[in-house]
């Protein structure tokens, strides 16, 4: 089955520690994204990657880091520079990051900072 | 800025047609979307449609699109219970990248 995976579903800090959540695909997508959603807003984007080795900001990407060393793989580290991190977190992927696509999403990962 | 807007609740009785809005304000999108998002789960694509269309009907999908307006609807024939959930607008992002913005979400509660 093809598809985008993240792990874990729910996952807990405590504050002041950094943590990193997973996303993997197996679309063979060059193109991945990260997005924050909290209760009553749409997502916002963090971090895209359009490639391997690059990745380019996003609209709120104070607080988080990113690493794209494999294709499949796009983890996000939520550092304890983030002052709000309880969120639920997207990550999504498209073919090549183009104009034309559509990005397909994963199950998300809810972050629980204790 | 980009800006989409949502009203964020509707509720309908199972049968009805529910027809959920969505506004936006770059006028160079080129590809609008909508989202579900089951309670807990990740975002599902419904459809999509491109600038230069007014309508896409797809089974019990209907999408209109009003450019003048910037206004977006998503029409939803018979609906049924697991219809329930948020619906997301989304545009894209006139540019080079394939940068999604995505509106508030419209919560849809389907009464049986």
């Known amino acids: 089955d093809g598809g985008i995976t993240q792990s874990p579903k729910y996952l807990f800090r405590k504050e002041g520690q950094n943590v990193t959540l997973s996303c993997e695909q197996n679309?063979?997508?060059?193109?991945m994204y990260w997005y924050r959603q909290d209760p009553g807003q749409g997502l916002r984007l963090i971090y895209y990657?359009?490639?391997?080795?690059?990745?380019q900001k996003g609209d709120i990407a104070e607080g988080y880091s990113v690493s794209r060393e494999k294709k499949e793989s796009f983890p996000l580290t939520v550092t304890s520079a983030q002052k709000n991190p309880t969120a639920f977190y997207l990550c999504a992927s498209s073919p090549s990051g183009g104009a034309l696509e559509t990005q397909y999403f994963g199950p998300g990962t809810r972050l629980l900072v204790l | 800025g980009e800006d989409v807007e949502q009203s964020l609740f509707l509720s309908v009785r199972e049968g009805d047609s529910s027809v959920i809005n969505c506004t936006y304000t770059d006028s160079s999108s080129t590809y609008l979307y909508w989202y579900k998002q089951e309670p807990g789960a990740g975002l599902q694509l419904l459809t999509y449609i491109f600038s230069n269309m007014d309508m896409k009907q797809d089974q019990r999908l209907t999408v209109l699109l009003n450019k003048k307006d910037k206004h977006l609807s998503l029409r939803i024939a018979d609906t049924q219970t697991g219809d329930s959930a948020i619906y997301f607008c989304a545009e894209r992002y006139g540019g080079a990248t394939n940068k999604l913005i995505f509106g508030t979400g419209t919560l849809l509660a389907v009464q049986p």
């Open positions: 679309l063979n997508h060059d193109a």
């Open positions: 990657s359009q490639i391997v080795n690059d990745f």
